[in-house]
Protein backbone atom coordinates (compact mmCIF):
# COMPACT_ATOMS: atom_id res chain seq x y z
CA UNK A 1 0.00 0.00 0.00
CA UNK A 2 1.63 3.53 -1.10
CA UNK A 3 1.92 5.73 2.52
CA UNK A 4 3.43 8.73 3.44
CA UNK A 5 3.94 8.99 7.12
CA UNK A 6 5.10 12.24 8.59
CA UNK A 7 6.35 13.15 11.83
CA UNK A 8 8.97 15.38 14.06
CA UNK A 9 6.61 17.90 14.40
CA UNK A 10 6.15 19.74 17.56
CA UNK A 11 5.99 22.79 19.79
CA UNK A 12 8.76 25.44 19.67
CA UNK A 13 9.83 28.86 20.55
CA UNK A 14 10.21 31.60 17.96
CA UNK A 15 14.02 31.24 16.83
CA UNK A 16 13.89 27.68 17.43
CA UNK A 17 14.23 24.74 15.06
CA UNK A 18 12.31 21.47 14.51
CA UNK A 19 13.37 18.52 11.85
CA UNK A 20 10.31 16.79 10.27
CA UNK A 21 10.32 13.43 8.23
CA UNK A 22 8.22 11.51 5.94
CA UNK A 23 8.72 7.90 5.26
CA UNK A 24 7.25 6.97 1.50
CA UNK A 25 6.49 3.02 1.35
CA UNK A 26 5.61 0.76 -1.33
CA UNK A 27 6.02 3.25 -4.28
CA UNK A 28 6.31 1.63 -7.46
CA UNK A 29 8.51 4.58 -8.76
CA UNK A 30 10.65 6.78 -6.66
CA UNK A 31 11.96 8.51 -9.33
CA UNK A 32 9.84 11.81 -9.32
CA UNK A 33 9.38 15.13 -7.22
CA UNK A 34 8.82 15.51 -3.33
CA UNK A 35 7.75 18.47 -1.09
CA UNK A 36 6.23 19.80 1.74
CA UNK A 37 2.66 22.14 1.60
CA UNK A 38 1.31 23.27 4.97
CA UNK A 39 -2.09 24.82 5.94
CA UNK A 40 -2.76 26.92 8.42
CA UNK A 41 -6.42 27.82 10.34
CA UNK A 42 -7.46 31.09 8.14
CA UNK A 43 -4.20 30.63 5.27
CA UNK A 44 -4.03 29.56 2.07
CA UNK A 45 -2.34 25.87 1.74
CA UNK A 46 1.20 27.20 0.79
CA UNK A 47 3.60 24.69 -1.06
CA UNK A 48 6.24 24.81 1.21
CA UNK A 49 9.69 23.25 -0.21
CA UNK A 50 9.90 20.33 -3.31
CA UNK A 51 12.74 18.71 -4.09
CA UNK A 52 13.12 17.35 -7.74
CA UNK A 53 14.74 14.00 -8.74
CA UNK A 54 18.08 16.15 -10.37
CA UNK A 55 18.23 17.63 -6.75
CA UNK A 56 17.19 21.28 -7.20
CA UNK A 57 15.68 22.13 -4.12
CA UNK A 58 13.22 24.94 -4.67
CA UNK A 59 11.39 27.21 -1.94
CA UNK A 60 8.87 29.73 -0.72
CA UNK A 61 10.28 33.13 -0.02
CA UNK A 62 9.05 32.91 3.31
CA UNK A 63 11.10 30.44 3.99
CA UNK A 64 14.32 30.62 1.60
CA UNK A 65 17.41 30.59 4.23
CA UNK A 66 15.37 29.10 7.07
CA UNK A 67 14.00 25.53 6.40
CA UNK A 68 16.27 23.12 4.43
CA UNK A 69 14.66 19.84 2.26
CA UNK A 70 16.64 16.81 1.67
CA UNK A 71 15.92 12.87 0.56
CA UNK A 72 17.46 9.81 1.50
CA UNK A 73 16.61 8.17 -1.03
CA UNK A 74 18.39 4.75 -0.15
CA UNK A 75 15.96 5.15 3.18
CA UNK A 76 12.94 6.51 1.30
CA UNK A 77 13.26 9.32 4.09
CA UNK A 78 12.12 13.11 2.93
CA UNK A 79 13.09 15.73 5.52
CA UNK A 80 12.45 19.47 6.41
CA UNK A 81 15.00 21.34 8.85
CA UNK A 82 13.29 24.44 10.13
CA UNK A 83 15.41 26.81 11.85
CA UNK A 84 15.12 30.26 12.81
CA UNK A 85 11.20 29.64 12.89
CA UNK A 86 8.48 31.82 13.32
CA UNK A 87 5.22 32.25 14.60
CA UNK A 88 4.09 32.38 11.06
CA UNK A 89 5.49 28.97 10.52
CA UNK A 90 2.59 27.25 12.74
CA UNK A 91 0.49 24.80 10.56
CA UNK A 92 -0.30 21.38 9.77
CA UNK A 93 2.88 19.79 7.56
CA UNK A 94 1.99 17.75 4.88
CA UNK A 95 4.53 15.67 2.46
CA UNK A 96 3.85 15.26 -1.29
CA UNK A 97 4.87 12.98 -3.86
CA UNK A 98 4.88 13.46 -6.49
CA UNK A 99 5.15 17.64 -6.21
CA UNK A 100 2.16 18.86 -8.10
CA UNK A 101 4.24 21.46 -10.16
CA UNK A 102 7.97 22.09 -10.54
CA UNK A 103 6.98 25.66 -9.51
CA UNK A 104 6.86 25.84 -5.98
CA UNK A 105 4.86 28.88 -6.42
CA UNK A 106 2.59 27.54 -9.08
CA UNK A 107 -1.33 27.54 -7.60
CA UNK A 108 -1.42 23.73 -8.35
CA UNK A 109 0.31 23.19 -4.75
CA UNK A 110 -2.48 25.81 -3.31
CA UNK A 111 -5.75 23.91 -5.33
CA UNK A 112 -4.34 20.85 -3.86
CA UNK A 113 -3.42 18.37 -7.07
CA UNK A 114 -1.63 16.19 -5.26
CA UNK A 115 -1.03 12.04 -6.04
CA UNK A 116 -0.49 11.47 -2.59
CA UNK A 117 0.14 12.78 0.73
CA UNK A 118 0.55 12.04 4.67
CA UNK A 119 -1.26 13.14 7.54
CA UNK A 120 0.55 15.86 8.63
CA UNK A 121 2.58 16.45 11.59
CA UNK A 122 1.40 20.05 13.99
CA UNK A 123 3.67 22.40 14.16
CA UNK A 124 3.21 24.97 16.47
CA UNK A 125 5.82 28.09 17.27
CA UNK A 126 5.40 30.41 20.04
CA UNK A 127 6.53 33.73 20.15
Known amino acids: QVRLVECGGGSAQSGGSLTLSCVRS????????MGWFREAPGKEREGVASIDTDGTVRYVDSVKGRFTISLDRNKDVLFLQMDSLKPEDTARYYCVAPCPHADISDPAWTTGEYGFWGQGTQVTISS
Open 26 to 33: EFPDKNYC
